[in-house]
């Protein structure tokens, strides 16, 4: 049985779940931002999390559909038109296809998912059965990743536009706007976390949902790099044109 | 737009997705059966297989639940009776932890899924989730697998009764029963699914379902693969015995 604990303790618990789970410490995050990434691997790593980024709204209609309190609903929302947009063409899932055009990669087959590999949309689809199962509280409290993604943003971006010739800062614009987004947006969550966690068991629940949530963004990259380095994709999953060009060259 | 099929020539393309996309063909099966897993691979793969095995009566709970018709509820009862047993202590799920038993490993750890791998957990999420939300056939076409497993089962058993001097034929005793039930379930299944398919709408829907369920237990294998023999596993999940005395020896 664990222990009540105060909000800045139940706060460092949290902080430590991203210091020792987020997916900055992932080995393919670390290959993508120091430029070892071929460009088939930029491309698998583009399309895939295209599949992430698509779920992101519907991810936040599931939390929205069960808060019942208007002023809650206001703020969340906000969540939505960022990745929306407010007309067809803007928003974050638009400047995410951005990527995906200059990386030279068919957007039918970026927005159909067929291409994904299969662990891609087991992943995305436990956070969203996640988010619909399990309490309010532990929705919000998985959103939680957004208090460490401005550092891996960052570094992502200075190291992609660094290494990567065919990256501009155009193709990245998604991650722009991103950090003052997920201040805002994290820093909402975890006052609602903090506040509303109040007993051991809910203080638990909470750590353990952020636990999830990183558990999915990391089960992603390694279905990334098993994929693309280690072994082989699966069949109908995306084959990168310099991997075709390499077997047929065999 | 594809053709309607004849019933023989559909039966020929869900073979055809068997004979190359089930798991007979993934390198972690192959390792497992020719006895080059090191034990820790072995306890790793029946740990989180039990998180397979025992969604096995659910999933069939959600698909008889779909089912309007008596008859076929009968006959598809038997698949829960099955893995579940008539008895505490029988069935197809006791059966599995007679394996995890065996391989030293604890019930809890096993019964509760804590340390099994998140895309472990994903996979058999999304199978879940596939029979609820998908169409009836669909439901009743991804579990055509077992058109393929008696091939993989005979040869699994005797290549880790001939590898590992660990493992006994009680061990695999799941194994045993399994064929003779395969065999019937995937008859009435594959009958089923030749019969209901009957637009090429819903022919497409049932090949679909099957690439679906393969591509899922393929899934298992490639993060088995992946956390135990490329990289490491997620920090909350299984660490073999022998893994844990190669690092303090390090």
Chains 1, 2 share one sequence.
């Not at 789970?21 to 583009?46: I, T």
């Not at 992502?156 to 614009?173: C, F, H, I, K, Q």
Request: with cysteine.
């Amino acid at each position: 049985m664990s222990d009540l604990l105060a909000p800045e303790a139940l706060e460092r618990r949290l902080r430590e779940v991203g210091e020792t789970r987020y997916h900055h410490l992932h080995p393919f995050q670390l290959r993508l931002q120091s430029g070892e990434c071929s460009r088939g691997e930029v491309e698998a790593w583009a399309l895939n999390r295209y599949l992430y980024q698509a779920c992101i709204p519907q991810k936040d209609a599931h939390i929205l559909a069960r808060m019942e309190d208007a002023g809650m609903r206001r703020e969340w929302r906000q969540r939505i038109i960022d990745h929306d947009g407010e007309r067809e063409g803007e928003g974050g899932i638009a400047k995410w296809l951005k990527l995906t055009d200059d990386l030279g990669l068919d957007r039918a087959d970026v927005m159909s998912g067929r291409l994904a590999l299969p662990a891609t949309k087991f992943a995305v689809n436990a956070y969203l059965s996640f988010v619909k199962d399990r309490s309010l509280l532990e929705a919000i409290a998985s959103s939680l990743t957004e208090l460490f993604s401005p550092m891996v943003i960052k570094t992502r971006v200075a190291g992609m536009l660094s290494n990567y010739d065919y990256v501009t800062p155009e193709t990245l614009a998604y991650f722009t706007a991103r950090p003052v987004q997920a201040k805002r947006d994290s820093d909402f969550a975890l006052a609602y976390v903090l506040e509303n966690a109040r007993t051991p068991a809910e203080q638990q629940a909470a750590i353990g949902a952020l636990e999830f949530k990183c558990s999915m963004l990391w089960a992603m990259l390694d279905a990334l790099e098993h994929a693309y380095i280690y072994a082989q994709p699966w069949p109908d999953a995306f084959k990168p044109a310099d991997a075709v060009r390499r077997e047929a060259a065999e």
